[in-house]
C-alpha cells in the first residue's frame, strides 16, 4: 500500500514548485542538446543486481542502460520498490547481502583516465574503497547514516579532507570550514565543535553534503536527499546542490519520488518501474510529453496550479515484488492502456522513438526516431 498512498498524496508544495520551477529554468530550452553531450563520467549498460531470496529471486534491477555526463544531473523517478536506492547501491558496490549484481558494466571515466569497469571490481577491495566517498559519493535522505555521532563535525569533515586533499591537517581543517560554508552553513567555525544531535535535520543535510563534497567528487549520488526535511529547507538545500555543482563540474545521479524536486534538479529523467527504466527524456520532454503510461500516470497524480479542487487520478494497485515475473509487460496488471494480445506477448524493449525520448511500451513500438 505503501508506493500507491505515494502517488495518492503528492506534495502540494512540491507540484506548485514544479510549475514555477519549469517555467523559470532559464531559458527553457529542450535539455535534448544536453543529452548528447558525449562527456560521460558514468555509463552503465545492462545492470542486473538480484536478490536470491527463499521466495524466489528478486530482480531489484533488471538490465539497466543510464549514461551521466560531466555537469549534469540524471534524475531517477518511480515509486518505492522499483529499484531506485538498488541501483544507487551497485553503482557504489554496498548493495546489503544477499544482492550482488550478476550482469553489465558501470564503466567510470576519470579526467584524463581510461575508462574502468566498476562493477567488475571487489567491492572490498582497495580500487572500490579509494573510489567510494573520492570520485563519486552520496547522500542519503537520513544524514545519521553518513555522520559519525561520537565525532565532531569538523573532525568528520577534517577527516575526509585529509584522506583525500592534504596531509596537513590545518590545511584541512581550513577546507572543512570553507565548504561547510558553502553549503550555506553561516557559522561554520563554530559548528565544526558541535556534535550531529546537537543540530537540527536541515543542519545535518547539509553537513552530509559538505562531507560528499569534501573531496571533490566526479558523481553525486543523491537518494531522495531532502524528502525528510520540510519544503523552505528543501528548496535551499536544492539550490546549495545546484549552485556546488556548477562550481565542481560533478555529474549527478538525483533520486526522488517527487516530480516537483525532478522539475528542479534534473536536466534528463529516467523512470523507473520494476528494476527497468519505462521511460527517459530530458525534463522538458517528460513534463511536455509523457509517452509511457506509468509516467502519465505519475503526472496525473500531481495537482496543477489553477486546478486546486481537480480529483487526482492515481495509480491503481500496487508495486509487486519483482520476483517470478511474467514474460509480459511488467505494467500490465495496472495500465489503463493495456491491450490484450498485445502487451501480453513477452517484455517490451526500450527503444528510441524520437530523438533523445525512449519509451518501453507495445503502444509505442515501430515508431522511428
Ligand atoms: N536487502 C534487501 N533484501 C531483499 N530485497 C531487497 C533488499 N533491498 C531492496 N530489496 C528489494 O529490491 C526492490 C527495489 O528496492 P529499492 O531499490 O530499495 O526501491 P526504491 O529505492 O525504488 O524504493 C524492492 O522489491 C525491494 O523490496
Ligand atoms: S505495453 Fe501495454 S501494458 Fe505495458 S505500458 Fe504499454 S500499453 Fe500498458
Ligand atoms: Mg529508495
Not at 498524496?9 to 527553457?28: C, E, M, Q, W, Y
Not at 583516465?113 to 572490498?124: F, K, N
Not at 545546484?242 to 534534473?266: N, P, S, Y
Not at 502487451?343 to 519509451?359: F, K, R, T
Request: some cysteine.
Amino acid at each position: 500500500m505503501k508506493s500507491t498512498r505515494m502517488i495518492q498524496r503528492p506534495n502540494i508544495h512540491s507540484a506548485t514548485k514544479f510549475v514555477r520551477g519549469l517555467g523559470t529554468r532559464s531559458p527553457l530550452i529542450d535539455t535534448n542538446e544536453i543529452i548528447s553531450m558525449t562527456d560521460s563520467v558514468l555509463r552503465i549498460e545492462g545492470l542486473r543486481t538480484e536478490f536470491k531470496l527463499d521466495e524466489g529471486l528478486l530482480k531489484a534491477v533488471d538490465g539497466v542502460d543510464l549514461t551521466i555526463n560531466r555537469n549534469q544531473t540524471v534524475g531517477i523517478i518511480g515509486e518505492s520498490g522499483c529499484g531506485k536506492s538498488v541501483l544507487a547501491q551497485s553503482i557504489l558496490q554496498i548493495i546489503t547481502k544477499p544482492g550482488r549484481i550478476v550482469g553489465g558494466s558501470i564503466s567510470l571515466t576519470l579526467p584524463g583516465e581510461q575508462p574502468v569497469d566498476i562493477a567488475r571490481l571487489d567491492p572490498l577491495g582497495r580500487d572500490m574503497r579509494s573510489i567510494r566517498g573520492a570520485a563519486i559519493s552520496m547522500i542519503f535522505q537520513e544524514p545519521m547514516t553518513s555522520l559519525s555521532p561520537v565525532h565532531t563535525i569538523g573532525d568528520q569533515v577534517t577527516e575526509v579532507v585529509l584522506e583525500h586533499r592534504t596531509k596537513v591537517r590545518a590545511e584541512a581543517l581550513a577546507q572543512a570550514v570553507d565548504m561547510l560554508g558553502r553549503v550555506g552553513i553561516s557559522n561554520p567555525k563554530s559548528l565544526i565543535k558541535d556534535y550531529p544531535h546537537q543540530l537540527s535535520g536541515g543542519l545535518r543535510q547539509r553537513v552530509m553534503i559538505a562531507l560528499a563534497l569534501a573531496c571533490h567528487p566526479q558523481l553525486l549520488i543523491a537518494d531522495e536527499p531532502t524528502t525528510a526535511l520540510d519544503v523552505t529547507v528543501q528548496a535551499q538545500i536544492l539550490a546549495v546542490m545546484k549552485t556546488l555543482q556548477q562550481q565542481f563540474g560533478m555529474a549527478i545521479l538525483f533520486i526522488t519520488h517527487d516530480l516537483g524536486v525532478m522539475a528542479r534538479m534534473a536536466d534528463v529523467v529516467a523512470v523507473m518501474y520494476l528494476g527497468q527504466v519505462v521511460e527517459q527524456t530530458s525534463v522538458h520532454q517528460i513534463f511536455k510529453n509523457p509517452l509511457h503510461p506509468y509516467t502519465r500516470g505519475l503526472m496525473a497524480s500531481v495537482p496543477r496550479l489553477g486546478h486546486g479542487k481537480e480529483r487526482l487520478q492515481a495509480i491503481t494497485g500496487t508495486v509487486p515484488a519483482p520476483i517470478n515475473l511474467p514474460r509480459t509487460c511488467r505494467f500490465l496488471g495496472r495500465c489503463p492502456e493495456a491491450r490484450p494480445g498485445l502487451c501480453d506477448q513477452g517484455v517490451p524493449s526500450l527503444i528510441e522513438v524520437a530523438p533523445n525520448h525512449s519509451v518501453r511500451c507495445r503502444l509505442h513500438e515501430g515508431r522511428q526516431p
